[in-house]
């Protein structure tokens, strides 16, 4: 069974940064695109980066592009979030997801969730 545990979340203010964690564990990792998605209070999950299983391709929402970057160690079976210049609308829950094949294809193929960190930016 897959199992994602994020950490690295907390309460920051605008212009800091954070980097979220993602272990993953019952999968063979390196098989598989990963991905983070966020949620704030009263709103969708939306995605947020996804990284393919080299770590060789990423793709970003506008809302973060150049400001957060996506990478993982496939040695340790660890996807991480690096988040600059953080602002008050980044304030979510975020989860690490698995996907199912090597590459960042339908963002509705990601199949496998972590329980989410909560990361809120005061103004």
């Known amino acids: 069974q897959v199992h994602l545990v994020e950490s690295g979340g907390g309460l920051v203010q605008a212009g800091d940064s954070l980097r979220l964690s993602c272990a993953a564990s019952g999968l063979i990792f390196n098989n598989y695109a990963m991905g983070w998605f966020r949620q704030a209070p009263g709103k969708e999950r939306e995605f947020v980066a996804g990284i393919n299983w080299s770590g060789g391709a990423n793709k970003y929402a506008a809302s973060v592009k150049g400001r957060f970057a996506i990478s993982r160690d496939n040695a340790k079976n660890v996807v991480y979030l690096q988040m600059n210049s953080l602002k008050p609308e980044d304030t979510a829950v975020y989860y690490c997801?698995?996907?199912?094949?090597?590459?960042?294809?339908?963002?509705?193929?990601?199949?496998?969730w972590g329980q989410g960190t909560q990361v809120t930016v005061s103004s």
């Open positions: 997801a698995a996907h199912k094949s090597p590459q960042i294809g339908a963002l509705t193929d990601f199949t496998s």
